[in-house]
């Protein structure tokens, strides 16, 4: 088996080589009356076709007849190559066929040749020579021993490692010294070092020279490529470039695999495809599937890797890159029965459903009943997007044809299960849901949907619609049948999705509070009571009252760690808990649902956690931690499809580092795609708290003004009244004081202060007391600066205390008091500084100049100047965590992990993980008191 190179570009087109000074004495040898034959041997892409077609130019040059022919590349076929070197007359008949027909056909070419020399020097090349039959090449043999005075040159080129039908014929003339040996040699070094020079318009570096020796093993025709390629992309040929020599090289063999496939046999096609198709498989499912046996599909993987479209190991498998590569040179309807053909192979060999179910997902139509039943085994077992949906095409297709309104619901709410834990975005499944409910007109079978479709819909466009089927619900649950115990669960069941729903709903919010006060408080022993305890948390801390109570019903909610209560409840009591500065109550209820050893967890809950998560640790002063959950949370193919709260996430967190227009810029595109904001109670007002935090960091200190306003009012409108929530009003007061203001804020702290009394956390009183330092002067409000500083020194916000260390530094300063000024902003810039807070950092340091002092060294040792997120990333690396690993723990991609490995390897000076220091996991000891936070890294053994 054999696969054509093509023909290396050399050092120039008609260059001489010392290959061809040596073919051209030989060819002088036979030129003086000495026939002489020679083998050129070499693997594909050495140069053995060009060598061929430069020796086919001279000996013409010189006088030499020249006769050139290829092998086939599958054997023997109509013409034999011997009748392709020496024509036969028009009309001759086959002489091998008949009596004695060999004997007299080996005499025929003999004449044939002998009619050439006489009118001079006769050159027979031979290009692929393992492919000849073997009668032309014991034909050759003749007539090199009975033309052995005569002019002619007979010059056979055999590609080594691709056996075929002459391949033994060929180390026969060769044993028996028939002819002569030429191995092409590879390029060395300092060819390859001019090669780079010509090709890149620059003399290459010669690390650059040794890693191109070391990937393409001087092999003329991989190296070119790979100069062309590195030419195309821009690359310049200097050390910094040796790294991404093996990335480029390697899309170089991928390219390149189809069209040796393309020139090569048949058989190797038929494996390659096959393989293809399945990506990983046995020889014996290869063999049952492209029609071969077992020994011929092994001797053709042996061959496929040596070209390097199979990768080394067992089973064989093929590398996305060169599947992807096969498959699209596949015409569509050629590979749509490749695939059902695979699906066959499959699920007659055995194989698990989830595996037989890729090689359906695919296909633009899903027609055969048997391939739903497979589909939905594999729904059922592991989801993936694609499998999911193919069955969601059957269904939809075959609508009517044999299927019950009662089977039909089934398989869409189970299909909706699947498709919620395959997908970001759950339209998909509210889709399956939503003809569930078509097909299900009683309300007690809608109940359990529709509470499955209300949930599912919170935080999208389709909230609203759940809220009001929840409602239609349990308007029809009624009747003898509402009176059972059966009956009163399920009503329970929907009043709690109700309360849930519309605890996000600024218009259903005033009658669901008072349909929640009038419930008593449940004991919490079902999914429902939980779910309808995390409601009541919900509306007690929008309430303000008191965050202890909050945080209790919350706490009650989660009690209960069971499968399949990692979902809104749990998501809502951990917002809550945050609210009430139970830092570490809430992160452990955020990781139950970014649990990574969770089996197919649902992605919509997964990407609002680390939304949640995003913007607790914002409020904790961690953003670098914050930026890698927000980016996370973002990170899916449909940008538009990710939660409201992902977007907010990010903006806050740009924002942080100092990037307002860009902070602006994400607030704006949540504006415009989701329709749904305006309703809801959470997002909207954190993005017009947020949005007024960007104009006032653009200098648009009014139109800050007027979308802070907007906010308190939306929030009085809808009742809202948590201080903590979206906190308008202390950017407010501060910004009026600075516009000179401060009587215009004083209705408005004195409301603030209340209401921060009421929830009593400490970063609610110390919020407070800031606020109604901007409404005082002089001594009055270093004062309250000071207990505001104290006060917030006890809770975990650190970026409100770095925040009021600066405030009451600057105040000090302006009273005179440049002393003390001074350790308030270093205090204020270590903070921010450890927090990740690019834009108060600058802003701190800016006014500790101004006070006349030098800038803090924040780092004593080199592990205190990595940021939260390097030095947890560095501990998990440390402990012996893979990338990988590390990566699925924190819900970032590998190559994040690779990045702040990187810089944490710059900042400690070390050379890679295995020097890493231990002591990492323990943070540097803060200026104030840091929140408490959980220590388990989540990385499954």
């Not at 050893?597 to 939304?611: G, K, M, N, S, Y």
């Amino acid at each position: 088996m054999v696969f054509t190179a093509g023909t290396a570009r050399g050092p120039a087109p008609d260059a001489p080589t010392p290959e061809l000074e040596i073919l051209l004495r030989h060819a002088a040898e036979a030129r003086a009356g000495a026939a002489r034959a020679v083998l050129v041997r070499g693997p594909a892409g050495i140069g053995r076709t060009r060598l061929l077609t430069l020796a086919r130019q001279r000996l013409t040059a010189c006088g030499y007849t020249v006769r050139y022919a290829a092998g086939p590349p599958d054997g023997p076929a109509r013409t034999r190559t011997v009748d392709a070197l020496l024509p036969p007359p028009p009309g001759a008949a086959d002489p091998a066929a008949a009596p004695g027909g060999l004997h007299r056909d080996r005499h025929l070419i003999h004449r044939r040749a002998l009619d050439l020399l006489a009118a001079g020097p006769l050159a027979l090349l031979v290009d692929d020579a393992q492919w000849c039959d073997e009668a032309s090449l014991h034909g050759a043999d003749f007539l090199l021993r009975h033309a052995a005075a005569r002019p002619l040159l007979l010059v056979l080129a055999q590609r080594t490692g691709a056996p075929g039908p002459g391949t033994p014929v060929l180390a026969e003339l060769l044993a028996r010294g028939r002819c002569a040996l030429l191995e092409p040699a590879p390029l060395d070094e300092a060819a390859i070092a001019r090669l780079a020079a010509r090709a890149c318009g620059t003399p290459a570096d010669h690390g650059f020279v040794t890693r191109c020796a070391e990937l393409t093993a001087g092999n003329p025709l991989l190296l070119d490529r790979l100069l062309t390629a590195v030419r195309t992309l821009g690359i310049p040929p200097d050390a910094d470039a040796v790294h991404q020599l093996g990335t480029v090289h390697q899309s170089v063999l991928t390219s390149r695999v189809p069209e040796l496939l393309a020139a090569g046999p048949r058989r190797a096609r038929q494996v390659a495809t096959a393989l293809a198709v399945l990506g990983r498989a046995a020889p014996d499912l290869l063999a049952a599937l492209c029609g071969l046996d077992a020994g011929a599909v092994d001797r053709t993987l042996t061959a496929l890797r040596r070209i390097e479209a199979v990768a080394p190991g067992s089973p064989p498998y093929m590398r996305e890159g060169v599947r992807g590569a096969v498959l699209a040179t596949l015409p569509a309807p050629e590979l749509r029965d490749l695939r059902i053909r695979a699906a066959r192979v499959l699920s007659d060999a055995g194989r698990p459903a989830p595996e037989v179910a890729e090689q359906l997902a695919p296909l633009d139509r899903i027609d055969e009943p048997w391939m739903f039943a497979v589909l939905r085994d594999a729904a059922a077992e592991a989801p993936t997007r694609a499998t999911v949906r193919a069955a969601g095409r059957w269904l939809r297709d075959t609508a009517g044809r044999g299927l019950g309104d009662t089977e039909r619901r089934d398989l869409h709410v189970e299909l909706a299960r699947a498709a919620g834990r395959t997908v970001v975005s759950p339209a998909h499944a509210l889709w399956h849901l939503r003809q569930a409910l078509a097909l299900t007109p009683d309300p007690y079978g809608q109940a359990p949907v529709a509470v499955q479709y209300a949930m599912l819909a919170l935080g999208t466009r389709r909230a609203p619609e759940g809220l009001r089927l929840l409602e239609r619900v349990l308007d029809g649950l009624t009747g003898p049948a509402a009176s059972g115990p059966a009956g009163r669960d399920l009503r329970t069941t929907v009043v709690s999705a109700l309360l849930a729903a519309a605890v996000n709903d600024r218009t259903a919010l005033p009658a669901a509070r008072a349909r929640a006060a009038a419930l008593p408080v449940p004991a919490g022993h079902g999914p429902a009571d939980r779910r309808l305890l995390a409601a009541l948390s919900a509306f007690a801390a929008l309430d303000g009252g008191s965050a202890a109570r909050a945080a209790d019903l919350a706490r009650r909610a989660l009690r209960a760690d069971e499968p399949g209560t990692a979902g809104w409840g749990v998501f809502c009591s951990s917002a809550v808990l945050a609210l009430a500065d139970d830092v570490d109550g809430a992160l452990a209820a955020l990781d139950r649902v970014l649990a990574p050893d969770r089996e197919h967890p649902p992605l919509w809950p997964r990407h609002a956690a680390l939304a949640g998560r995003s913007l607790l640790l914002h409020g904790i002063g961690d953003v670098p931690g914050a930026a890698r959950d927000a980016w996370a949370a973002t990170e899916v193919a449909d940008p538009a499809g990710a939660p409201p709260l992902a977007h907010l996430a990010l903006s806050r967190v740009l924002l942080a580092q100092g990037e307002a227009a860009r902070a602006g810029a994400v607030l704006d595109g949540l504006a415009r795609t989701a329709g749904h904001l305006d309703r809801s109670v959470w997002e909207r007002h954190l993005h017009l708290y947020t949005s007024g935090e960007v104009r006032r960091a653009l200098g648009d200190r009014e139109g800050a003004l007027d979308l802070w306003r907007r906010c308190g009012r939306s929030q009085e409108e809808a009742g809202v009244t948590n201080p903590v929530l979206a906190p308008w009003w202390l950017p407010t007061a501060t910004t009026l004081a600075r516009l000179g203001r401060g009587a215009e804020a004083a209705g408005l702290v004195e409301a603030a202060l209340e209401r921060t009394r009421a929830w009593g956390t400490p970063r609610a009183l110390g919020m407070g007391l800031v606020a109604a330092a901007s409404v005082v002067v002089g001594r009055a409000r270093t004062e309250l600066l000071a207990e505001a500083v104290e006060t917030l020194a006890g809770s975990p916000a650190r970026l409100e205390l770095a925040r009021a260390e600066y405030r009451l530094g600057r105040e000090l300063l302006a009273l005179g008091d440049a002393r003390a000024a001074r350790g308030h902003l270093r205090q204020a810039i270590e903070l921010a500084t450890r927090c990740g807070s690019h834009a108060l950092t600058a802003t701190a340091r800016r006014a500790l100049v101004t006070a006349g002092g030098r800038m803090p060294q924040l780092a004593v040792a080199p592990v205190d100047s990595l940021t939260p997120s390097e030095r947890r990333i560095a501990t998990l690396a440390q402990r012996g965590h893979s990338n990988k690993k590390i990566a699925e723990a924190l819900f970032i991609t590998p190559r994040t992990v690779e990045m702040h490995l990187t810089n944490v390897y710059r900042k400690l000076d070390v050379r890679g993980r295995a020097d890493l220091p231990r002591g990492l996991g323990s943070r540097p000891r803060p200026a104030a008191r840091p929140p408490a936070r959980h220590t388990a890294d989540g990385v499954s053994a």
